[in-house]
């Protein structure tokens, strides 16, 4: 039995892969404390691209600045951060593959020094049994609210290429 299918192309919607081989999301913690993409991050995930993968899915990224579990967690919070991550995308098209990103909020796997002192939210008040904080539940207002958010975020994504 061979792996012929590995190396042929895929499409996934309109976009196609060189490949099938894939990066998945992992968290390295390589973003800036701001959130944007900076060097260190966009050699990782550009070496990556240069290894062969058609296809790089960067790390979770928070869809707002109290959504982090990471001090160094991508963000997609603020349209200044589209710069960094059209700089990204560029880079690892450019070194051959596609890139696509994990949207994210951590909900009540944080700790109030991650999310700037702000409170956890999570859709109930039970706390996360490794970070031990009492989240804020989320009232149906909230919910829809983050479910915009997200929408913010992906829109933002698509303005930094990916």
């Not at 976009?15 to 913690?29: D, I, L, Q, S």
Request: proline share 5%.
């Amino acid at each position: 039995m061979g792996y012929e299918m590995l190396f042929t192309p895929i499409k996934i919607g309109s976009v196609e892969v060189k490949n099938r081989f894939v990066v998945p999301a992992m968290g390295t913690n390589l973003a800036e404390h701001n959130g944007e993409a900076g060097e260190t991050l966009i050699s990782y995930y550009t070496e990556r691209a240069k290894g062969g993968f058609g296809l790089v899915i960067t790390e979770c990224s928070a869809v707002s600045y109290e959504g982090r579990s990471l001090v160094n967690e991508c963000g997609l919070w603020d349209d200044s951060l589209i710069p960094s991550y059209r700089r990204l995308t560029d880079s690892v098209h450019g070194a051959g593959a596609k890139i696509a990103v994990q949207l994210r909020h951590c909900g009540r796997e944080t700790k109030p020094c991650y999310t700037g002192g702000k409170e956890v939210l999570a859709p109930s008040k039970i706390p996360c049994p490794s970070c031990q904080s009492m989240p804020h539940e989320m009232t149906a207002e909230e919910v829809y609210q983050m479910i915009g958010t997200f929408g913010d975020a992906g829109t933002q994504r698509k303005k930094g290429g990916i």
